[in-house]
């Protein structure tokens, strides 16, 4: 099986930077589709971030275009999230999504991180 392994959040003030990472982390990994980034704030449901295919073509949420940059090693089975100017609205914790992955022994598909918090003080 394949996990989606997170790590990089934080808190930061509000104008600050964080970056987050993930990696799709298994054995005899054959490919790695679209992974992305949600996020979920206490009393909301959980939205998109960003999402990347393996041939580089990348989706944002409206509320973070500009600002946060999705990027992706697919050598490395790994995505990043650069978060720019960040606001306290941008406080929740992060998911890392990863849409399909094929093994030497298996495929399977929407496999998610355990998330990882980011919190932005004003």
Do not use: H
């Not at 099986?1 to 003030?13: C, N, T, Y």
């Not at 609205?89 to 918090?117: H, K, L, M, P």
């Amino acid at each position: 099986q394949v996990q989606a392994v997170e790590s990089g959040g934080g808190l930061v003030q509000a104008g600050g930077s964080l970056r987050l990472s993930c990696v799709a982390s298994g054995r005899s990994i054959f490919s790695i589709g679209a992974m992305g980034w949600y996020r979920q704030a206490p009393g909301r449901q959980r939205e998109l971030v960003a999402t990347i295919t393996s041939g580089d073509s990348t989706e944002y949420g409206d509320s973070v275009k500009g600002r946060f940059t999705i990027s992706r090693v697919n050598a490395k089975n790994t995505i990043y999230l650069q978060m720019n100017s960040l606001k306290p609205e941008d406080t929740a914790v992060y998911y890392c999504n990863i849409d399909s992955f094929a093994t030497s022994t298996a495929f399977g598909r929407d496999v998610w991180g355990q998330g990882t918090q980011v919190t932005v003080s004003s």
